[in-house]
C-alpha cells in the first residue's frame, strides 16, 4: 500500500484512535482488497517503528510525576500507546515527531491513547474473511525492537 493511502485511511479517524474511530476504519478497511489489508498492516507497523526511538521513548509521561515530585517515565506500553496515538493524529504530526521530540511530547500525555489503532489490521481481516488473522509484518511495532532507534542497546 503506497503511503499516500495508508496516510488517507488514517486521516478518517479524525486525529484520534477512539474505539468508534478504529471500528469505523476497520469496517472501511474490510471492504478493500486483502493486499490492501495486510499493506495497510505493514505500513501501519512500519510507521509505528520508526517512531520507537530511545529519544521518545525516555520521555516522561507528560501529566504525571512521581510520588517524589520527579518525572514519571512511560513504560513500555504507555510508549506504544503514545506513538498510535502520534500515527492516528496523522502524516504532518507524525514526520515532525520523528526528528522533533516537541512534536511527540505531548501525545505522552495520559490524555492520549491510541491503543484502538493496534486492531484495526486484525478487526478488518477478520471482518473481511470471518477468519483470525496470526500475522506478521515485516516491521515490529512492540517498544525497543527498533535497535536503531535504541542504540544502546545493541550489542
Known amino acids: 500500500m503506497p503511503w499516500a493511502d495508508f496516510w488517507a485511511l488514517i486521516a478518517t479517524l479524525d486525529g484520534e484512535a477512539t474505539q468508534e474511530s478504529c471500528q469505523r476504519l476497520a469496517e472501511t478497511l474490510s471492504c478493500r482488497s486483502l493486499p490492501d489489508i495486510i499493506g495497510f498492516a505493514e505500513r501501519h ?25 520527579s518525572p514519571f517515565p512511560q513504560s513500555s506500553d504507555a510508549f506504544l500507546y503514545a506513538r498510535c496515538a502520534v500515527v492516528a493524529a496523522g502524516q504532518t504530526v507524525w514526520e515532525r515527531a520523528l526528528y ?34 496470526n500475522r506478521s509484518t515485516r516491521c515490529c ?11 544502546h542497546l545493541q550489542g
Not at 516522561?60 to 510520588?67: F, G
Not at 511495532?141 to 542504540?151: A, H, I
Request: aromatic letters at 16%; proline letters at 6%; a negative charge.
Open 45 to 69: 507497523a512500519e510507521a509505528l517503528y520508526r517512531l520507537d526511538q530511545e529519544k521518545l521513548g525516555t520521555l516522561p509521561v507528560a501529566d504525571l510525576t512521581a510520588r517524589d515530585g
Open 100 to 133: 522533533d521530540v516537541d512534536g511527540f511530547a505531548p501525545y505522552t500525555s495520559t490524555e492520549y491513547d491510541g491503543e484502538w489503532l493496534l486492531y484495526v489490521p486484525d478487526k478488518a481481516y477478520k471482518l473481511a474473511t470471518g477468519d483470525e488473522w
Open 141 to 151: 511495532f512492540e517498544s525497543y525492537s527498533n535497535r536503531d532507534g535504541w542504540p
